[in-house]
Structure formats: C-alpha cells, structure tokens
C-alpha cells in the first residue's frame, strides 16, 4: 500500500474530524466524521471557508490565530463549531500547517468530556461548601499518601496555610516520622482494603499535646476502585485529657481502696489473733479455775454440779465461738499454710454451715503466691460463696483455683436461679463491685455470666508478679 493510500486510510477512519485547508481558509476536503458531527455533506463543505464553521460573536470576541499558523507553529484551543442546524458542538480543535503550505484542522468533540468536567467541578464546588462550613477537620489522600485537600478548619488547627498542603505528605509538612508513618499506614490500610478505618492519635501542636478522633472512609470511581481516601478528624483534646483524669483519679482510689483494704486486714489479722490469744487463754484459765472449784465442792451438792456442768458448756461453746470469729476475720490457715489451704477450709465451712454441695479442686503445688494476692483472691472466694448462700438458691457449688500462663485462675459456679446482669448494672450491688475491684486492684479481670434458672458463674483471673519476695505458697 502506497503512503498516499495509507493517509487516505487514516483520514477516513479517524474518530476526529480532519479538515484539510488552504492558507486563506478555502476547504480543500474534510473526512466523514467531520460531515457526521457538523451535518453537512462533504460537497457542502467543499464550498465553504473555514471560518464559516464559527459563530461570528466568538470569532469577534477570539479571532483564529493563522499567523502562528503560518509562523509554523501547533495552535490548540477549545472553541464552539456551529452545526449545519445552528445548534453549537463544544470541540478542541488542533491546527497546523502541513508540507505544501496547506493547513490541517483536527477537531475533537468534548461535549462528554466538558459535561464530566462541570460534574467534577459542580461536586468539588459542593464537598467544599459543604466541608468548609463544618467543625470537622477532613483531609483527602492520593495513593502516594499525598494531600490533594485540607479544610480551613485542619489548616487553623495545624498552622498551614493553603500552599503549603497540597502535593505533599505528612512527613514532608513536618509531622514527627513515627506519626507520619503511622497516618500513611492507615491510609494505605484503606486504599488496599476498601474498609473505613477509626483512630485516636496524639500529636504536638504549638499549644502542645492533642488529640484527635479519626475517621478514615475510601472514595471510590466508577470502576470500583479506591481513588481516594478522605478524612474526618474531630479534636477530642478536651475529652481525652477528661479521660485521662478519671482513669488516673479511679486509679488513684483504687490505690487508696487497696490501701485501706490492707489496713483492715492487718486490723483483723490483729483483732483476730487478740481474740484467739488473748480471749481463748482467759476463758481456757477460766475453765480451769471453775473445774478447781468444782472438786472442792461436796458431791452431795447435786444442783451445784448441775450447775457447773452448765458453765462447763457454755465456756467451751463461747471457745467455739472465739474461734470461729477469730477465723472469720483472719483464717490462720491462710498465713500458715497458703491460699490453697485456706480455700478448701473456707469450702467446708460452707459446705457444713449451708448443707450445699461443695466441690474445690486445685491442681496448684508450691507456688509462691504474694500475700496481698491470696488475700484479695480468698476474700473474692468468701465473697461469693456469701452471695450464692444469700440469694443463688442453689443445690450444688463448684469452685476451681488453676494457673494458666502465668494467671492465676479463679472459677466459681453455682445451679441456682441465676439473674440478668443487665437488670443489675445500674444497682448497688455491692457484694459483686467489690469483687470486680479487688480483682481490678490486683491487675486483673472480673467476668460474671449468668441466665434467669440457670445459674452463675465467675471467672476471676489475675497476673502473677514475675519480681521475687515474700509469697504464700
């Protein structure tokens, strides 16, 4: 095929229209598209000048520039064709001088093309009005983790100025490297899953640390695909350092409950031991003395023995009573034999006193537990064994003490009525507060499930301290 041919080829089939003129502007010949797109016939067309495809105000108001043209050089602009009807066709048209001195007149229709632009520019003129009248500071990525927008609000808060912002990342705005990283990784995270994102970062500002809530959602284009990403960031300072200080002043009663509660079992511990000591030894004495007098009396004298023998019951009863308060208020078996010890005593009592069936098992040997620990883990362990007796109505209680990597593991479960614990949330319930805030105190996780008729359980678990010291085994 010969060049000429292949021009002609390429003339026909292009989807621009071609128009081939003379330097003063006489039609020489025009390809198909161009008839389609005007609706002039090509023997029409071959009549006419090119200026005669023009409105005349335009070409008023923006003559054809031919002497750049002429000059040699590509002249590109966008302009209005007028239709053999009269209604106007938006084109980009290219001019150029060819070889021979002739002109070739290129057009493309951008009808679509400018309609999708007035779209864009409509939408964009739109998510500004409406994010630049919000409190929110919204921000918008490029896939390179770039900035292509910051609302004025972001801008006040960060002290950028408009120039400063678009075109770069985090890191090149002066962000600590540590945040930026973190931020375009949550950027990436949204562009490669499609997934909205939330956050709470802190940052330094001029007025010093910040907060700031963080809400990260795709924009997706007409593929499907993630074109951006934008960003709805909320200045929660206020309510973060609000946070922080009633985190730090429960920590603070915590501490202080923990404290008082150390206090108190050291009271009891004391109480108890006087009780046991002291008022065990006197009515022991006491005993003694009344047996003493007692042989010193004729037999004969029967309603005197009888009466003796009535303070001989009552003492050892009151020694029973001494003792059973003395270990209510500090078991021994606690601080002499461990937290182990004192939890399967602690079961028998309650299995005696209740008539409940009463089951303990431990797989624990020789672990050093701090006292402060198999205090707060029994009194959790009496507490609950109080509740169940006061309000489970049950038959049978199960109760276990295990280790599972490096927590000590509390369990405790009862067949009794059970209860909605959402129903009990907002009451006093002091019994199950008390529980949960020694298990907190300690480190650890309070957990209680329980369904109307089928009972309840607790799960108390708490971290063993890796640091050597005193320990109740």
């Given at each position: 095929?010969?060049?000429?041919?292949?021009?002609?080829?390429?003339?026909?089939?292009?989807?621009?229209?071609?128009?081939?003129?003379?330097?003063?502007?006489?039609?020489?010949?025009?390809?198909?598209?161009?008839?389609?797109?005007?609706?002039?016939?090509?023997?029409?067309?071959?009549?006419?000048?090119?200026?005669?495809?023009?409105?005349?105000?335009?070409?008023?108001?923006?003559?054809?520039?031919?002497?750049?043209?002429?000059?040699?050089?590509?002249?590109?602009?966008?302009?209005?064709?007028?239709?053999?009807?009269?209604?106007?066709?938006?084109?980009?048209?290219?001019?150029?001088?060819?070889?021979?001195?002739?002109?070739?007149?290129?057009?493309?229709?951008?009808?679509?093309?400018?309609?999708?632009?007035?779209?864009?520019?409509?939408?964009?003129?739109?998510?500004?009005?409406?994010?630049?009248?919000?409190?929110?500071?919204?921000?918008?990525?490029?896939?390179?983790?770039?900035?292509?927008?910051?609302s004025?609000?972001?801008?006040?808060?960060?002290?950028?100025?408009?120039?400063?912002?678009?075109?770069?990342?985090?890191l090149?705005?002066?962000?600590?490297?540590?945040?930026?990283?973190?931020?375009?990784?949550?950027?990436?995270?949204?562009?490669?899953?499609?997934?909205?994102?939330?956050s709470?970062?802190?940052?330094?500002?001029?007025?010093g640390?910040?907060?700031l809530?963080t809400?990260?959602?795709?924009e997706?284009?007409?593929?499907?695909?993630?074109?951006?990403?934008?960003?709805?960031?909320?200045?929660?300072?206020?309510?973060?350092?609000?946070?922080?200080?009633?985190?730090?002043?429960?920590?603070?009663?915590?501490?202080?409950?923990?404290?008082?509660?150390?206090?108190?079992?050291?009271?009891?511990?004391?109480?108890?031991?006087e009780?046991?000591?002291?008022?065990?030894?006197?009515?022991?004495?006491?005993?003694?003395?009344?047996?003493?007098?007692?042989?010193?009396?004729?037999?004969?004298?029967?309603?005197?023995?009888?009466?003796?023998?009535?303070?001989?019951?009552?003492?050892?009863?009151?020694?029973d009573?001494?003792?059973?308060?003395?270990?209510?208020?500090?078991?021994?078996?606690?601080?002499?034999?461990?937290?182990v010890?004192?939890?399967?005593?602690?079961?028998?009592?309650?299995?005696?006193?209740?008539?409940?069936?009463?089951?303990?098992?431990?797989?624990?040997?020789?672990?050093?537990?701090?006292?402060?620990?198999?205090?707060?883990?029994?009194?959790i362990?009496?507490?609950?064994?109080?509740?169940?007796?006061?309000h489970?109505?049950?038959?049978?209680?199960?109760?276990?003490?295990?280790?599972?990597?490096?927590?000590?593991?509390?369990?405790?479960?009862?067949?009794?009525?059970?209860?909605?614990?959402?129903?009990?949330?907002?009451?006093?319930?002091?019994?199950?507060?008390?529980?949960?805030?020694?298990?907190?105190?300690?480190?650890g996780?309070?957990?209680?499930?329980?369904?109307p008729?089928?009972?309840?359980?607790?799960?108390?678990?708490?971290?063993?301290?890796?640091?050597?010291?005193?320990?109740?085994i």
């Amino acid at each position: 095929m010969k060049g000429e041919e292949w021009q002609h080829l390429l003339f026909e089939n292009s989807f621009d229209g071609i128009v081939l003129s003379v330097a003063n502007g006489d039609i020489l010949d025009a390809n198909g598209i161009t008839c389609t797109m005007l609706g002039y016939g090509k023997e029409d067309l071959l009549t006419m000048k090119i200026r005669d495809l023009f409105f005349e105000e335009d070409l008023q108001l923006a003559p054809l520039n031919y002497r750049d043209v002429l000059d040699g050089k590509t002249v590109i602009s966008k302009r209005k064709l007028k239709r053999k009807d009269g209604t106007p066709l938006l084109i980009e048209i290219n001019v150029k001088k060819i070889p021979g001195g002739n002109l070739l007149s290129v057009f493309r229709d951008i009808t679509e093309r400018e309609k999708n632009l007035q779209k864009i520019r409509e939408s964009e003129e739109s998510f500004r009005g409406l994010v630049e009248n919000i409190h929110d500071m919204i921000s918008r990525y490029d896939r390179d983790c770039r900035f292509l927008y910051m609302s004025p609000v972001g801008r006040k808060f960060l002290h950028f100025v408009p120039g400063e912002i678009v075109g770069r990342n985090l890191l090149e705005l002066g962000f600590p490297p540590a945040l930026a990283a973190d931020g375009e990784r949550l950027v990436r995270h949204v562009f490669d899953t499609g997934q909205m994102l939330h956050s709470i970062r802190e940052l330094q500002t001029p007025e010093g640390t910040a907060y700031l809530e963080t809400r990260l959602f795709p924009e997706f284009d007409d593929q499907g695909r993630v074109r951006s990403v934008i960003t709805y960031s909320h200045d929660v300072t206020e309510k973060r350092k609000a946070e922080i200080e009633l985190e730090s002043s429960r920590q603070e009663l915590r501490e202080l409950s923990s404290h008082l509660q150390n206090i108190r079992e050291e009271e009891r511990t004391a109480i108890a031991r006087e009780i046991h000591d002291e008022l065990g030894q006197q009515l022991t004495g006491l005993k003694m003395d009344i047996y003493w007098l007692s042989n010193k009396i004729a037999p004969a004298r029967e309603p005197v023995q009888h009466k003796i023998n009535d303070i001989f019951e009552l003492i050892d009863k009151t020694i029973d009573s001494v003792r059973r308060i003395a270990a209510q208020l500090r078991p021994s078996t606690l601080d002499n034999l461990g937290l182990v010890e004192a939890m399967e005593w602690q079961s028998t009592e309650f299995a005696n006193r209740t008539g409940l069936q009463m089951q303990f098992q431990s797989g624990i040997q020789d672990l050093a537990i701090p006292p402060d620990m198999a205090t707060g883990l029994f009194r959790i362990y009496q507490e609950a064994l109080t509740n169940i007796t006061r309000h489970a109505g049950a038959a049978t209680v199960s109760a276990t003490l295990e280790l599972e990597m490096d927590w000590l593991i509390l369990k405790i479960r009862d067949d009794g009525r059970g209860f909605d614990p959402a129903k009990v949330r907002n009451k006093k319930t002091w019994g199950l507060l008390g529980m949960k805030e020694r298990a907190l105190m300690m480190g650890g996780k309070y957990e209680i499930a329980s369904r109307p008729m089928e009972g309840t359980s607790i799960i108390v678990s708490v971290p063993l301290p890796h640091s050597p010291g005193k320990a109740i085994i």
